[in-house]
Every structure is written in structure tokens, then in C-alpha cells.
Nanobody, 128 residues
Framework: QVQLVESGGGLVQAGGSLRLSCAAS????????MGWFRQAPGKEREFVVV????????YYADSVKGRFTISRDNAKNTVYLQMNSLKPEDTAVYYC?????????????????????WGQGTQVTVSS
């Protein structure tokens, strides 16, 4: 059974940092791009960042560029999101997701429709 499990969320003051992890099982996730999305109360789920299957390519939303860094360790089937200089507007539930396209696909997708497996989410709250 395919499973994605996020961890690392919490409460932090503005300007602080958090590191999220997403552990994958039940599939060879090293062959697929992985993305992070977030959803704030009353808002639609929004794209944050995606990393290619190899880790060689990334694409960030403008709102997090320069503050967030995505990485992956394929040997551990884990994807990370390092979040620095956090702002209150970063407050949301953060989800990791696995690309639904073919293995080794080079595309970096920002639409949630391009992802077929999702974690349960981890809450990130940034206080002002």
C-alpha cells in the first residue's frame, strides 16, 4: 500500500525555521517527482515546490523562493522541505505528494491534478 507520511510541522515565531520530512513507502518514489503543497483555512490548496525524480531540478512558487529549499534522499525514500525566514502567511497544512506521471518523467508540475498520492498533512503555524 502506498503511503506518504509528513512530519516536522509545529508552531514557530516569524523569522524562524522548520524542516518538514515526507517518508514514502509502497512504491519506488525515487523514480518520480515529488511536490509540496499547502492549504490555509478557507483557501484552496496551493503549490509550494516540486523536485524532479533525480533531485537535479526544482521549481518554487514565487512566494517561497529564496526562503524554502526542497531536497530528497532517494536511498531513504524521503523528501525534505527546509523552511527559513517563516512568515505568518506561511501558516497552513503542508502536504507532500507524488507525481502521477511516468517514471523518470522530466516534467515539474504545479497542478495538484498531476499528483496521485498525498500525505495526511502536517500543520505549520507561524506567529507574528
Amino acid at each position: 500500500q502506498v503511503q506518504l507520511v509528513e512530519s516536522g510541522g509545529g508552531l514557530v515565531q516569524a523569522g524562524g525555521s522548520l524542516r518538514l520530512s515526507c517518508a514514502a513507502s509502497g512504491r519506488t518514489f525515487s523514480n518520480y517527482a515529488m511536490g509540496w503543497f499547502r492549504q490555509a483555512p478557507g483557501k484552496e490548496r496551493e503549490f509550494v515546490v516540486v523536485i524532479s525524480w533525480s533531485g537535479g531540478s526544482t521549481y518554487y512558487a514565487d512566494s517561497v523562493k529564496g526562503r524554502f529549499t526542497i531536497s530528497r534522499d532517494n536511498a531513504k525514500n524521503t523528501v525534505y522541505l527546509q523552511m527559513n525566514s517563516l512568515k505568518p502567511e506561511d501558516t497552513a497544512v503542508y502536504y507532500c505528494a507524488a507525481d502521477r506521471n511516468s517514471p523518470y518523467d522530466s516534467g515539474l508540475y504545479i497542478s495538484p491534478n498531476e499528483y496521485d498520492y498525498w500525505g495526511q498533512g502536517t500543520q505549520v503555524t507561524v506567529s507574528s
